[in-house]
């Protein structure tokens, strides 16, 4: 998909309003979902505590290796879709034709690295299932399934979003001058990249 430049150069510029309106709702969306995953990951920990050796001895762990590269994976696509938005930016502050068109390919970029990551965690579980470990299967089973389930429905939403955007700006819906729905998206983004690296370190090197 391209951005339409004739479509985006007729955008007007949005209100201030309006761009304020759109940060506060996700300011909003993301502390109360950071309130509640706070509450996942204490409980975590909680029950980490009661075990005394993590992770418990004699379990199939799922695959380090896969982990690591699905981590590294998605914080790409967070930087691709952070210097999209900044290019798309820098375009509405006179930039050249050339920073919409790279601003298009780290978007795509951003995008597509989301749905490998997304391919990469159903791998994990299926890594696990393969094993004979099942979310009943134990208390490391449970956590990791049940945390990682609850991420993967962000990780959905997160898509979703990306690829509604996406489609803003091709439409020309979206563009330099109207970039605050589009830029918020992608703070959502960088916020499941963030609880992902949470749960990375807590399942697979602490």
């Known amino acids: 998909m391209n951005v339409s430049s004739a479509a985006t150069s007729t955008l007007s510029k949005e209100e201030v309003r309006t761009r304020v309106d759109v940060t506060l709702g996700m300011i909003f969306f993301i502390g109360s979902w950071t309130m509640a995953f706070g509450t996942l990951f204490l409980s975590f920990l909680v029950l980490r505590q009661r075990v005394g050796v993590w992770p418990p001895e004699g379990i199939v762990l799922p695959s380090f290796p896969l982990a690591t590269v699905a981590t590294l994976i998605l914080v790409a696509s967070s930087l691709g879709l952070h210097r999209a938005v900044r290019a798309w930016d820098a ?8 920073q919409a068109s790279s601003a ?3 978007w ?3 995008v597509g690295l989301g749905f490998a990551f997304a391919v990469l965690q159903a791998l994990l ?3 696990l299932l393969a094993a004979g470990r099942f979310p009943s299967s134990g208390l490391y089973e449970s956590l990791f399934y049940g945390l ?3 991420h993967a429905a962000h990780v959905v939403i997160g898509l979703l979003a990306l690829l ?4 803003g700006l091709s439409s020309g819906r979206y563009g330099p001058n109207r970039l605050s729905t589009v830029s918020n998206i992608v703070i959502f983004w960088h916020f499941v990249d963030v609880v992902w690296i949470v749960l990375y370190l ?4 602490f």
């Open 202 to 205: 807590g399942f697979f090197v």
């Open 148 to 150: 990682t389930w609850v």
């Open 91 to 98: 375009k509405g502050g006179g930039g050249e034709r050339e």
């Open 164 to 167: 509604w955007a996406w489609i």
């Open 108 to 110: 795509a970029v951003g």
């Open 104 to 106: 298009q390919r780290d």
């Open 125 to 127: 579980w299926a890594d």
